[in-house]
């Protein structure tokens, strides 16, 4: 799906259609007022008041009959530039118009598109004609807050897109329709997997067993791939004095990020945004020698940010979750050992996961920018060049990106490609000289003297919150085996007469912990068969008179037609196999 936003000749087309929107509600709604219609990534959308009107699916059939009749009118689209009396006088009836003039600086050039009896303030740009709009479509309506703010009036808000031929449309509207079918929070719900709930608060969703299944069996996955990377597992707590993030030096640069401080005893809290701080801490912990370094503190990390409520979504994106966080301390001598260690463990994942479409990106500081960047020119050139040569000796393709690194050192992210929507920072290493410095951190080197050691910070999954969005999205919800909540599922054909054998079949698997259950409800088989397809469980046991009289099962595959016969013992074996080296199987997807 193209990013319309970014796109030279789709971004003025659908800025156009967004104008052409409001001109029709405009003549089917003379008292609409008018917010905002900006180009998003895939398409448009415009802000309205109605005056207490809700928009319909009716609404909407009404609404683009009326563009398509403006689009033959086929009206010239022209820019006007005027001055801030002019606008104020020109847009004196409607609140939301004034309040974007009051907002605007004294000196700010004001430009505003007409096109037949339809102005709108504008900066642009726009196409020539309407006539240019005829491939578009309103793809969906809600409500939207003015501003955002939910103690101010409540909008209507209509989306929409518009492309120059008929067939990248259609193309776009079957992708819409691929995401809505891949959307976690759709697939979530549908296999209960998490939930949300307002009196327990907005962005803080709450892991159903399922949910919490897939959860755990990843937490132990990554946890065992540290470990044998050398890494301590650590627990520390979601709160910390607001002291702790004015020395890492959060508090300055992150504070509009965080819950609000909370006065105990005479002490300032906060929930904490990220753990770093408190593995500062750990460290500080003991004197450290230059024999016990690298140190790899790991941690599942529950974290708290405050996210604007029209920003949340599902799981992806929300207020707390959990990071798969880890914070090497290194010599500057083994950075490019423990920077290989990380690249080789992320893609070591990514193999066994099935990710195949990521990119790397390489931040590097701007030399020129004196004021941005820690300023130790010998430090930023070591670590630039030790990255740079990993990536090199290891064989990886990655991109230079010249100034987007942070203050405190350069970092590799990968770039995940979704199935559905814009690229996403999946895992992450940055380098740091600062934090250490400003924790007082230190070690003895060999020749006795105190040295400050070097921060990786490093996450493999992000969040595991988003991960797990992200992987629903990518499997449509038909997890590998050894993730799915329910991995066998046993329907005896005759409730009463098979029972007894789906019974023991059932106590078998799980003996060998694979998590099974017994579908022995007074239903017909292809009901039964038809829900566990839609449940997305990866086996499917039928077990009649045959299977009884053979010890043997007959099992379909989810997304497959075809039934395979295996003695029990072997079918167990199988399965243990298949969940023990989490292999990856093709699998026809709904």
Same mark, same amino acid.
């Given at each position: +799906?193209?990013?319309?936003?970014?796109?030279?000749?789709? +971004?003025?087309?659908?800025?156009?259609?967004?104008?052409?929107?409001?001109?029709?509600?405009?003549?089917?709604?003379?008292?609409?007022?008018?917010? $905002?219609?900006?180009?998003?990534?895939?398409?448009?959308?415009?802000?309205?008041?109605?005056?207490?009107?809700?928009?319909?699916?009716?609404?909407?059939?009404?609404?683009?009959?009326?563009?398509?009749?403006?689009?033959?009118?086929?009206?010239?689209?022209?820019?006007?530039?005027?001055?801030?009396?002019?606008?104020?006088?020109?847009?004196?009836?409607?609140?939301?118009?004034?309040?974007?003039?009051?907002? +605007?600086? !004294?000196?700010?050039?004001?430009?505003?598109?007409?096109?037949?009896?339809?102005?709108?303030?504008?900066?642009?740009?726009?196409?020539?004609? $309407?006539?240019?709009?005829?491939?578009?479509?309103?793809?969906?309506?809600?409500?939207?807050?003015?501003?955002?703010?939910?103690?101010?009036?409540? #909008?209507?808000?209509?989306?929409?897109?518009?492309?120059?031929?008929?067939?990248?449309?259609?193309?776009?509207?079957?992708?819409?329709?691929?995401?809505?079918?891949?959307?976690?929070?759709?697939?979530?719900?549908?296999?209960?997997?998490?939930?949300?709930?307002?009196?327990?608060?907005?962005?803080?969703?709450?892991?159903?067993?399922?949910?919490?299944?897939?959860?755990?069996?990843?937490?132990?996955?990554?946890?065992?791939?540290?470990?044998?990377?050398?890494?301590?597992?650590?627990?520390?707590?979601?709160?910390?004095?607001?002291?702790?993030?004015?020395?890492?030096?959060?508090?300055?640069?992150?504070?509009?990020?965080?819950?609000?401080?909370?006065?105990?005893?005479?002490?300032? %809290?906060?929930?904490?945004? +990220?753990?770093?701080?408190?593995?500062?801490?750990?460290?500080?912990?003991?004197?450290?020698?230059?024999?016990?370094?690298?140190?790899?503190?790991? !941690?599942?990390?529950?974290?708290?940010?405050?996210?604007?409520?029209?920003?949340?979504?599902?799981?992806?994106?929300?207020? /707390?979750?959990?990071?798969?966080?880890?914070?090497?301390?290194?010599?500057?001598?083994?950075?490019?050992?423990? %920077?290989?260690?990380?690249?080789?463990?992320?893609?070591?994942?990514?193999?066994?996961?099935?990710?195949?479409?990521?990119? %790397?990106?390489?931040?590097?500081?701007?030399?020129?920018?004196?004021?941005?960047?820690?300023?130790?020119?010998?430090?930023?050139?070591?670590?630039?060049? /030790?990255?740079?040569?990993?990536?090199?000796?290891?064989?990886?393709?990655?991109?230079?990106?010249?100034?987007?690194?942070?203050?405190?050192?350069?970092?590799?992210?990968?770039?995940?490609?979704?199935?559905?929507?814009?690229?996403?920072?999946?895992? /992450?290493?940055?380098?740091?000289?600062?934090?250490?410095?400003?924790?007082?951190?230190?070690?003895?080197?060999?020749?006795?003297?105190?040295?400050?050691? $070097?921060?990786?910070?490093?996450?493999?999954?992000?969040?595991?919150?988003? %991960?797990?969005?992200?992987? #629903?999205?990518? /499997?449509?919800?038909? #997890? &590998?085996?050894?993730?799915? &909540? $329910?991995?066998?599922?046993?329907?005896?054909?005759?409730?009463?007469?098979?029972?007894?054998?789906?019974?023991?079949?059932?106590?078998?698997?799980? !003996?060998?912990?694979?998590?099974?259950?017994?579908?022995?409800?007074?239903?017909?088989?292809?009901?039964?068969?038809?829900?566990?397809?839609?449940?997305?469980?990866?086996?499917?046991?039928?077990?009649?008179?045959?299977?009884?009289?053979?010890?043997?099962?007959?099992?379909?595959?989810?997304?497959?037609?075809?039934?395979?016969? #295996?003695?029990?013992?072997?079918?167990?074996?199988?399965?243990?196999?298949?969940?023990?080296?989490?292999?990856?199987?093709?699998?026809?997807?709904?």
């Amino acid at each position: +799906m193209k990013n319309i936003r970014e796109d030279k000749d789709l +971004m003025p087309l659908n800025h156009s259609c967004a104008h052409l929107l409001a001109q029709a509600v405009k003549h089917l709604y003379p008292q609409a007022k008018f917010w $905002v219609g900006p180009v998003i990534d895939d398409g448009f959308y415009y802000d309205m008041d109605l005056d207490g009107q809700v928009i319909t699916d009716e609404d909407i059939e009404k609404i683009e009959k009326e563009m398509k009749r403006l689009v033959k009118d086929g009206k010239k689209i022209v820019k006007h530039i005027i001055t801030r009396e002019e606008a104020l006088s020109m847009f004196h009836d409607d609140p939301y118009k004034l309040d974007l003039i009051s907002n +605007m600086k !004294e000196d700010t050039e004001i430009s505003c598109y007409t096109q037949g009896d339809f102005t709108d303030l504008c900066r642009g740009p726009h196409v020539d004609s $309407v006539k240019e709009l005829k491939h578009f479509k309103l793809t969906k309506f809600s409500g939207a807050y003015f501003k955002g703010d939910s103690k101010n009036k409540m #909008l209507q808000r209509i989306y929409g897109v518009c492309y120059r031929s008929e067939e990248e449309l259609a193309e776009h509207l079957k992708l819409l329709e691929e995401a809505k079918l891949r959307d976690h929070r759709k697939i979530g719900k549908e296999l209960d997997i998490f939930t949300t709930n307002d009196l327990v608060g907005k962005g803080l969703p709450m892991y159903l067993p399922n949910g919490y299944i897939i959860w755990e069996e990843l937490e132990n996955y990554i946890k065992g791939k540290e470990k044998k990377r050398g890494y301590h597992h650590v627990l520390t707590p979601p709160i910390g004095n607001v002291e702790l993030y004015k020395t890492s030096g959060h508090w300055d640069h992150y504070k509009d990020n965080m819950f609000p401080k909370m006065e105990v005893e005479g002490e300032e %809290f906060v929930l904490r945004p +990220m753990n770093c701080p408190h593995h500062m801490m750990i460290y500080a912990n003991h004197l450290h020698s230059y024999r016990d370094l690298p140190i790899r503190i790991g !941690e599942i990390a529950r974290d708290c940010r405050f996210e604007a409520s029209g920003a949340l979504k599902g799981i992806e994106r929300v207020r /707390t979750f959990c990071q798969n966080d880890a914070h090497l301390f290194v010599t500057k001598e083994q950075i490019g050992e423990e %920077f290989k260690n990380v690249v080789q463990l992320i893609l070591e994942v990514y193999e066994e996961l099935g990710i195949k479409d990521y990119h %790397f990106e390489l931040s590097l500081r701007d030399k020129e920018d004196k004021v941005k960047y820690h300023d130790d020119d010998e430090m930023w050139d070591m670590a630039e060049d /030790t990255l740079r040569h990993v990536l090199d000796e290891i064989g990886i393709e990655y991109k230079e990106m010249i100034g987007e690194a942070a203050f405190y050192g350069p970092k590799l992210d990968v770039q995940v490609k979704p199935a559905i929507g814009p690229e996403i920072t999946l895992s /992450t290493c940055q380098l740091d000289f600062c934090l250490p410095m400003k924790f007082d951190l230190t070690y003895v080197d060999r020749d006795g003297t105190k040295k400050t050691p $070097v921060v990786l910070h490093r996450a493999v999954f992000g969040s595991i919150d988003r %991960f797990i969005a992200y992987y #629903l999205e990518e /499997t449509k919800g038909a #997890l &590998p085996t050894w993730l799915s &909540p $329910v991995q066998v599922n046993i329907i005896p054909v005759n409730s009463e007469l098979h029972n007894s054998y789906a019974k023991e079949v059932e106590e078998l698997l799980k !003996e060998e912990g694979v998590r099974c259950e017994v579908d022995d409800r007074n239903e017909k088989l292809g009901y039964r068969m038809r829900e566990a397809q839609t449940r997305k469980i990866p086996y499917n046991l039928i077990l009649g008179e045959k299977e009884i009289e053979n010890r043997t099962v007959s099992y379909r595959l989810h997304g497959e037609q075809e039934t395979t016969t #295996l003695e029990l013992t072997s079918f167990v074996s199988m399965i243990v196999e298949e969940i023990k080296t989490k292999k990856l199987r093709k699998k026809k997807q709904d």
